[in-house]
């Protein structure tokens, strides 16, 4: 019997980056409890598919099907989330509020960010595709179903292609300093047309210190059910992202779990 599945990409840094990878075990048993609780599955990968000069670690999530088919896991909905994210134990089964369609959270935070990312991609490799960037969502949260496989095989061919071309996407990061996957999903899916659900940002509360509620006493755990913690200034080798995930953990689930 096909269940729900939460899909997380866990793969070790390396070098000094090493350490970004340390606090991720909080998501993971977060949504590993969660997911037993609400009758789903966790899927963790940790091994990269291509050596990361081919391929961030980001780019990873785009082969959830082709995962979950090579190892036998018969699945109903799709849950993609980061591994920076922690979800509140108390939280209603996301899954319930899809209406079976592609979905996301808008992106909330620095807009200068949003529009060039927009701005470039669009220029440089979706010049046709048009979409307000008030729709652009954050690819840290996004969930799928059967129906968007044949989507996520066509990214993947046009990942491939780009980067036999000149390594055209990795090439408009660098020189603008723009979004890595995130763009992208958001012009190809707008390019192929897909039904998108845009979900309220309960289910991803992203950059929590330009919110001005990332702070000590963790008051962002009473509003909404999904926290992810990303865009946090000054966070070197991590240490911040350790700090608030190992916190917002511990309280919610009363449930110290030593460091690897």
């Given at each position: 019997?096909s269940k729900?599945?939460?899909?997380i990409?866990?793969i070790?840094?390396e070098g000094?980056?090493?350490?970004?990878?340390?606090p991720y075990q909080?998501?993971?048993?977060?949504?590993?409890?969660?997911?037993?609780k609400n009758?789903?599955e966790l899927?963790?990968?940790?091994?990269r598919?291509?050596?990361?000069?081919?391929m961030?670690?980001?780019?990873?999530?785009?082969?959830?099907?082709?995962l979950?088919?090579?190892?036998?896991?018969?699945?109903?909905?799709?849950l993609?989330v980061?591994?920076?994210?922690?979800?509140h134990?108390?939280?209603p089964n996301?899954?319930?509020?899809?209406?079976?369609?592609?979905?996301?959270i808008r992106?909330?935070g620095s807009?200068?960010w949003?529009c060039?990312?927009?701005?470039?991609?669009?220029k440089h490799?979706?010049?046709d595709?048009e979409?307000?960037?008030l729709e652009?969502f954050?690819?840290?949260v996004?969930?799928m179903?059967k129906t968007?496989?044949?989507?996520?095989?066509?990214?993947?061919?046009f990942?491939?292609?780009?980067?036999q071309?000149?390594?055209?996407i990795?090439?408009?990061?660098?020189?603008?300093?723009v979004?890595t996957?995130q763009p992208?999903?958001?012009f190809?899916?707008?390019?192929e047309?897909v039904?998108?659900?845009?979900l309220?940002y309960e289910?991803?509360?992203?950059?929590?210190?330009?919110?001005?509620i990332l702070n000590k006493e963790?008051?962002f755990?009473?509003?909404?059910?999904?926290?992810?913690?990303?865009?946090?200034?000054n966070?070197?080798n991590?240490?911040f992202t350790?700090?608030?995930m190992?916190?917002?953990?511990?309280?919610?689930?009363n449930d110290?779990?030593?460091?690897?």
């Open positions: 019997m729900n599945i939460v899909f990409v866990n070790k840094e000094d980056r090493k350490n970004r990878s340390i909080y998501s993971i048993n977060s949504w590993n409890k969660w997911c037993k009758n789903c899927f963790v990968l940790e091994d598919i291509y050596p990361k000069e081919v961030n670690a980001n780019w990873h999530k785009i082969f959830a099907f082709e979950l088919e090579a190892n036998n896991i018969d699945y109903d909905q799709i993609v980061d591994a920076d994210t922690i979800i134990p108390d939280s996301i899954f319930n509020f899809t209406d079976y369609k592609f979905c996301a992106n909330y807009m200068d949003v060039r990312s927009y701005e470039n991609y669009k490799l979706f010049p595709v979409f307000s960037p652009y954050n690819s840290g996004l969930i179903n968007h496989k044949e989507i996520y095989s066509k990214l993947i061919e990942y491939s292609e780009c980067y071309n000149h390594d055209i990795q090439n408009i990061q660098k020189t603008y300093g979004g996957d992208i999903l958001n190809f899916l707008r390019k047309k039904d998108i659900k845009l309220p289910w991803n509360m992203q950059d929590l210190n330009r919110f001005e963790l008051s755990i009473n509003h909404g059910w999904l926290y992810h913690f990303n865009a946090i200034p966070n070197h991590g240490q350790q700090y608030f190992e916190q917002t953990y511990n309280t919610l689930y110290n779990i030593p460091q690897t």
